[in-house]
Nanobody, 122 residues
Framework: VVQPVESGGGSVQAGGSLRLSCTAPGFTSNNCGMDWYRQYPIKPREWVARITSDGRLLYADSVKGRFTISKDTAKDTVYLQMNSLKPEDTAIYSC????????????????WGQGTQVTVSS
């Protein structure tokens, strides 16, 4: 189990796009899902999107239709394509990898990345 690493954050104007990447060696052979969260200043983390081990895609209502999560198995990487960005999307985005825990028979072990800043200006 290793800590995932995010990249791709930056500053854009409203309506622009960014693609975030989350890489964790060995993760795609783990048969667990991966999640994207975001955190506003002095606020708890907010769940954004999930890609399950069998490829199902789930999104928070606030980003549905604008964000797309995908994966590249060969690169052990999950992407978050963010289009039509809004100022309210400004946050630190973190990747959470889930690892199977045989003791509890579930994907119960989580590792968080360091986060990458996304800033959207109006």
């Amino acid at each position: 189990v290793v800590q995932p690493v995010e990249s791709g954050g930056g500053s854009v104007q409203a309506g622009g796009s960014l693609r975030l990447s989350c890489t964790a060696p060995g993760f795609t052979s783990n048969n667990c899902g991966m999640d994207w969260y975001r955190q506003y200043p002095i606020k708890p983390r907010e769940w954004v999107a999930r890609i399950t081990s069998d490829g199902r895609l789930l999104y928070a209502d606030s980003v549905k239709g604008r964000f797309t999560i995908s994966k590249d198995t060969a690169k052990d990487t999950v992407y978050l394509q963010m289009n039509s960005l809004k100022p309210e999307d400004t946050a630190i985005y973190s990747c959470k990898t889930n690892w199977f825990d045989s003791g509890v028979r579930s994907c119960a072990t989580a590792e968080w990345g360091q986060g990458t800043q996304v800033t959207v200006s109006s």
